[in-house]
């Protein structure tokens, strides 16, 4: 009888353990699926709702957003919620600046803001390693002053942004220790 007795015991805690796991899933879930809703995210991968939170002109009261090299953090007065970035993607937010700039290494998708609004830049990026051109186009600053790129990871490149005939160039990595935030292209 009492070997009875504890294998009834053991089969009830796995069954506690497994019905406890799977209850703080679904809540996990439902936490982040409401999260997400409350701030009209709902339906978008991360790499759309950071695109979307980085040309948003409407910030939430106590809402923050903030984008490292391997994550989105978001938070709210009720929670964080972290999203993993895609494996082989890194975002650069980008703020060339004439006259004022600020210091700054992981980018604020909500509260950061850049001296140029609204005004395309002419920008080249090329691979230092390999010479090959990663990107070369025109890109437009947000009403933030901000224009964000999706970069391959685990490269070191050379950045050149024009704008007017006024250049400005540095050199980047987009490895986990990477800034996400390039405020330093001095246009000159």
């Not at 019905?19 to 679904?26: D, K, M, N, Q, V």
């Not at 992981?106 to 950061?112: K, M, N, P, R």
């Amino acid at each position: 009888m009492k070997k009875m007795t504890k294998k009834i015991v053991l089969f009830s805690s796995i069954g506690f353990t497994i019905i406890a796991a799977t209850a703080s899933i679904l809540l996990a879930m439902y936490s982040q699926a409401a999260f997400l809703s409350r701030h009209h995210l709902s339906g978008l991968s991360v790499t759309e709702i950071v695109e979307y939170l980085e040309t948003s002109n409407t910030e939430a009261d106590g809402f923050s957003a903030s984008i490292d090299s391997r994550e989105l953090i978001m938070k709210d007065q009720t929670r964080t919620l972290t999203l993993e970035l895609p494996d082989d993607r890194f975002y650069l937010s980008i703020a060339p600046y004439m006259t004022l700039t600020h210091a700054c290494t992981t980018h604020s998708l909500v509260s950061c803001s850049g001296e140029i609004i609204g005004e395309p830049f002419s920008v080249l990026l090329v691979n230092k390693d390999t010479s090959e051109t990663i990107i070369e186009g025109t890109y437009t600053s947000t009403a933030k002053g901000f224009f964000g790129i999706w970069l391959p990871r685990d490269v070191t490149a050379e950045i050149t942004v024009t704008k007017d005939g006024l250049t400005a160039n540095t050199e980047i990595s987009t490895f986990d220790s990477s800034k996400t935030c390039l405020t330093t292209l001095h246009l000159a």
